[in-house]
T-cell receptor
Framework: GQQVMQIPQYQHVQEGEDFTTYCNSSTTLSNIQWYKQRPGGHPVFLIQ?????EVKKQKRLTFQFGEAKKNSSLHITATQTTDVGTYFC????????????FGQGTTLQVKP | DTAVSQTPKYLVTQMGNDKSIKCEQNLGHDTMYWYKQDSKKFLKIMFSYNNKELIINETVPNRFSPKSPDKAHLNLHINSLELGDSAVYFC?????????????FGPGTRLTVT
C-alpha cells in the first residue's frame, strides 16, 4: 500500500539551532498536511500544502511541497523549548478515497 | 468548550474483555475518524464515517466495531481484547471526508490490556 516515509525519527537540538524534518512518498500526493503532537497530547493541525513547489511560513516554521508533489519538508529556525513534540506529515494520494496517510513522525527534543 | 471529546481517557482491562470508547464532537463536522497510535507513535487510520455512513474501513480485526448514532458521535467497541490492542486511540473529526480536510483530534484514550 501507499506509504509516507518521514525522517529522521528523532532529533535532539540545542535551543537556538535549526531543525528540519523530511517527508517522502513513492507516489504523487494530492496534498500534504503537517500536524504537531506535544508530549502526552494529541495531533494538532499546522498547515496544508496543495500546489507543486508551494512554500508557506508560520513565524519560525517554513513548510515546502516538492515540485513533483512527492516530498515535503518542515524547517524550524532557531528552535525554542516550546517546539518540543512530534511532527507528522500526512499525505493524500491522488485519486484515492480521500484518506490521509500519516508519516511515522519526527520527535524533536530541544535542550535549553 | 472542548471541540472533540473522548471517554474514558484511560482504560485498563484484562485480555478477553469487551470495552467501548466514546467520542463526541461539537464542531458541527460531518466526518469522524478513529486512529490507533502505537508505542512508536505511528498513527494509523482505522475507520471513518461521513454523515453516519462508513467510508473508510482499514484492515482492522473484526473485533473492532465502530458505531455512529449521529453525526456528532462515533463510538468504538472492541471485543475479546488482546495484548496487541494496547495503544492510544484517537478520535478526530473534519468537515468533509476528503484528504484536504483539516482534522481535529480528541485528547485520546490510552488503552492498556493486561
Amino acid at each position: 500500500g501507499q506509504q509516507v516515509m518521514q525522517i529522521p525519527q528523532y532529533q535532539h537540538v540545542q535551543e537556538g539551532e535549526d531543525f528540519t524534518t523530511y517527508c517522502n512518498s513513492s507516489t504523487t500526493l494530492s496534498n500534504i498536511q503537517w500536524y504537531k503532537q506535544r508530549p502526552g497530547g494529541h495531533p494538532v493541525f499546522l498547515i496544508q500544502l496543495v500546489k507543486s513547489g508551494e512554500v508557506k511560513k508560520q513565524k519560525r516554521l517554513t513548510f515546502q511541497f516538492g515540485e513533483a508533489k512527492k516530498n515535503s519538508s518542515l524547517h524550524i529556525t532557531a528552535t525554542q523549548t516550546t517546539d518540543v513534540g512530534t511532527y507528522f506529515c500526512a499525505g493524500g494520494a491522488a485519486g484515492n478515497t480521500g484518506k490521509l496517510i500519516f508519516g511515522q513522525g519526527t520527535t524533536l527534543q530541544v535542550k535549553p | 468548550d472542548t471541540a472533540v471529546s473522548q471517554t474514558p481517557k484511560y482504560l485498563v482491562t484484562q485480555m478477553g474483555n469487551d470495552k467501548s470508547i466514546k467520542c463526541e464532537q461539537n464542531l458541527g463536522h460531518d466526518t469522524m475518524y478513529w486512529y490507533k497510535q502505537d508505542s512508536k507513535k505511528f498513527l494509523k487510520i482505522m475507520f471513518s464515517y461521513n454523515n453516519k455512513e462508513l467510508i473508510i474501513n482499514e484492515t482492522v480485526p473484526n473485533r473492532f466495531s465502530p458505531k455512529s448514532p449521529d453525526k456528532a458521535h462515533l463510538n468504538l467497541h472492541i471485543n475479546s481484547l488482546e495484548l496487541g490492542d494496547s495503544a492510544v486511540y484517537f478520535c478526530a473529526s473534519s468537515q468533509g471526508g476528503g484528504a484536504y480536510a483539516e482534522q481535529y483530534f480528541g485528547p485520546g484514550t490510552r488503552l492498556t490490556v493486561t
